[in-house]
């Protein structure tokens, strides 16, 4: 198994230019999920998905879309970046289900918004 | 609503003595998870322990140890004769378990801790 895969692993956008973040697992995993990575901010949570189909905004949703077509899938897009967004992004999975175990995270994407 | 707090910023130890960092979580939910990962500096997020509510048996792995107390809300992390490889930002993470979990987590800032030879 490959886990959590996403790429780009870095990233320099333009104000205004769009672009997505693609984030895969292959441990048919039901519950994924992005995160943003600030200096001092530890992690916050952007959207979630419980499945394929179904999204939900997290902590700091706003300026990001997200969308669930299927179970390996869970990209982010951005779709006017702004220097605000500039970030490390992480993507998570985690096996369905009640019990609550780990969350696999992604390698990260280090974004950069001039 | 659940809060992750880190009150420690950054540590710096030298190697061999023993350090604590801190985690005090906010929750209303009888069923919740907690977390640590480890960040070193190449950037990935490092699976350390999950604890249910629960269980509040401490838990030792190596040098690691992890003292969870309902009673403070506290959930800390011990490491005992610290080595320069230890050196990494350390995350205390909470899950409300109500809603599967399917929400994501809540983390603290991180605690910083360097590990000086």
């Known amino acids: 198994n490959a886990g959590v895969t996403q790429t780009p692993k870095f990233q320099v956008l333009k104000t205004g230019q769009s672009m997505t973040l693609q984030c895969a697992q292959d441990?048919?995993?039901?519950?994924m999920s992005w995160y943003r990575q600030d200096p001092g901010m530890g992690l916050r949570l952007i959207h979630y998905?419980?499945?394929?189909?179904?999204?939900d905004q997290g902590e700091v949703p706003n300026g990001y879309n997200v969308s669930r077509s299927t179970t390996e899938d869970f990209p982010l897009r951005l779709l006017s970046a702004a220097p605000s967004q500039t970030s490390v992004y992480f993507c998570?999975?985690?096996?369905?289900?009640?019990?609550?175990?780990?969350?696999?995270f992604g390698p990260g994407t280090r974004l950069t918004v001039t | 609503a659940q809060k992750v707090t880190q009150a420690q910023t950054e540590i710096s130890v030298v190697e061999k003595e023993d350090v604590t960092l801190d985690c005090v979580y906010e929750t209303r939910d009888t069923t919740y998870y907690l977390f640590w990962y480890k960040q070193p500096p190449s950037g990935e997020l490092v699976f350390l322990i999950r604890r249910n509510s629960f269980d509040e048996q401490n838990e030792i792995s190596g040098r690691y140890s992890w003292n969870f107390q309902k009673s403070t809300s506290s959930f800390n992390f011990t490491i005992t004769a610290s080595q320069v490889v230890d050196s990494a930002v350390y995350f205390c993470a909470l899950s409300e378990g109500s809603g599967g979990g399917a929400d994501g987590l809540t983390f603290g800032k991180g605690t910083h801790l360097i590990i000086q030879p």
């Open positions: 998570a999975s985690r096996p369905p289900g009640q019990r609550i175990y780990e969350q696999y």
């Open positions: 441990m048919n995993h039901e519950y």
């Open positions: 998905s419980v499945g394929a189909g179904i999204t």
